[in-house]
């Protein structure tokens, strides 16, 4: 089997990030491509689900929810976590 070289373009922060992954798991980035490549030939297509995340019932109702609250001004802000906790009262220590 001979080898061949391939060139790709990514975002820099993205690369680091991966590198740092992978060096974590004891493997380089050309590893890490070869074993994505190769259970990508065994899947016959890309070895894990693709698809765009749609928000439940439940997150879309919070969004709803929180657009109506704004557009009423019918909600409190706080400039802090700390101010937050204070006004409700609630017991927290960082």
Not at 67 to 85: I, P
């Amino acid at each position: 089997m001979s080898n061949t070289n391939m060139n790709i373009r990514m975002d820099s922060d993205v690369k680091q990030a991966a590198q740092q992954i992978f060096k974590d798991l004891g493997m380089d980035m050309t590893t890490a491509i070869n074993v994505f490549l190769r259970q990508a030939i065994r899947y016959q297509g890309l070895p894990f689900e693709v698809r765009r995340d749609n928000p439940n019932a439940e997150t879309l109702d919070a969004i709803r929810e929180i657009r109506e609250m704004r557009k009423n001004h019918d909600h409190k802000t706080y400039d802090s976590f700390a101010s937050l906790v204070a006004d409700e009262g609630i017991e927290y220590e960082p």
